[in-house]
């Protein structure tokens, strides 16, 4: 049947969980799909109503508000999927101060002030005022804009499921190189005992920062795969199974019963030069503590195009976000292994 705008919204919504989730099944008007169908039939849906540069003209406001939706639903589950092991993401209402509350040990309170530091959009580096229990972090606009031709679009060569991905991927991308920027603002602010710098893995330096971290809480090591490929045991005591999981992994996913995530890597661009993620770098995280990075999401996401003099259309988006670190736990380590160093 055909659907209206309350049932596009509510496809709109339904759908987005469903990305997120390929294996269950969701309920839309009371009927049960899988989330494949529903995924295809929003694309097919949104596609419809910008099938020609006719049609999109005159659904264009339902076509972003529909884009909107999805994406505000979509984004913030996305990057706690990705990053929620060592990320707290919340969201917050449009003009609402996005204020964390946190648990503070009171062995944790004495080094907080110098360990609580905020990475903004485009590399601006400052201070947090930490506030009794909790942490505000300020956000920023952050988006982009594709640029369609009519012909494309006579043509069907552009579709805006096509850019609903994109922008998707891109947003996502955007939060993640935040998350990076927090990282090192991380790594700089830790010292003395907490942070070991050699040029190579050393299983010694290595355990001794575990056992730092495990005096808070079981440590856990978020690293690069590069950086987790170098955390190979002295011979001695490598047994056939070990070796037989470097072969199949390429890493221990546990190191002396500590459990070893890895970050995703990415890149700048395609060239594939630069690296969004330091590799030469592990986090010692101690589990349970507070997570140390903190990304905010503050309304919804907001889309509205352009109309250009060569009748092309410029499509922008954008949403507003935060990410900041939080260091007051004095059990989390850094290791650094400079032969890993590479271009940032």
Not at 17 to 26: E, I, M
Not at 35 to 58: I, V, Y
Request: aromatic share 12%.
């Amino acid at each position: 049947m055909a659907l209206n705008k309350e049932n596009l919204m509510e496809l709109a919504r339904v759908s987005a969980r469903a990305s997120l989730n390929p294996s269950t099944t969701f309920s839309f008007q009371n009927e049960k799909f899988s989330a494949d169908a529903l995924n295809k039939t929003f694309a097919q849906e949104l596609n419809a109503l910008g099938a020609t540069p006719q049609l999109f003209r005159e659904n264009q406001n339902l076509i972003y508000t529909l884009l909107e939706t999805a994406l505000t639903e979509v984004l913030p589950v996305k990057v706690m999927q990705s990053y929620g092991q060592f990320a707290d993401v919340q969201t917050y209402a449009q003009g609402t101060k996005p204020v964390f509350r946190v648990k503070i040990s009171e062995a944790s309170k004495k080094r907080a002030k110098q360990f609580v530091t905020k990475v903004g959009l485009a590399g601006r580096y400052e201070t947090f005022k930490l506030d009794g229990w909790t942490m505000e972090v300020p956000t920023s606009a952050y988006g982009g804009a594709a640029r369609v031709e009519w012909e494309e679009m006579l043509d069907g060569r552009f579709t805006l499921n096509d850019y609903y991905n994109l922008v998707l991927e891109g947003m996502d991308e955007a939060v993640y190189r935040e998350i990076a920027k927090a990282l090192k603002a991380m790594v700089d602010n830790i010292k003395g005992n907490n942070k070991t710098t050699q040029s190579k893995f050393d299983e010694a330096q290595m355990d001794k920062m575990l056992s730092i971290a495990d005096a808070y809480g079981k440590g856990t090591i978020y690293c690069t795969f590069e950086f987790a490929a170098t955390m190979l045991p002295q011979e001695a005591w490598a047994s056939n199974s070990m070796k037989e999981e470097i072969w199949n992994n390429g890493y221990f996913s546990r190191y002396k019963g500590h459990n070893v995530i890895i970050l995703p890597q990415s890149f700048e661009d395609t060239t594939h030069t630069k690296k969004v993620i330091d590799p030469s770098i592990a986090y010692i995280i101690p589990t349970g503590s507070e997570k140390p990075v903190k990304v905010a999401f503050e309304g919804s996401a907001q889309v509205k195009s352009f109309e250009n003099r060569d009748w092309s259309t410029e499509i922008q988006t954008y949403q507003k976000l935060g990410v900041a670190t939080y260091l007051v736990n004095p059990g989390i380590c850094v290791y650094e292994n400079t032969s890993l160093k590479t271009d940032m």
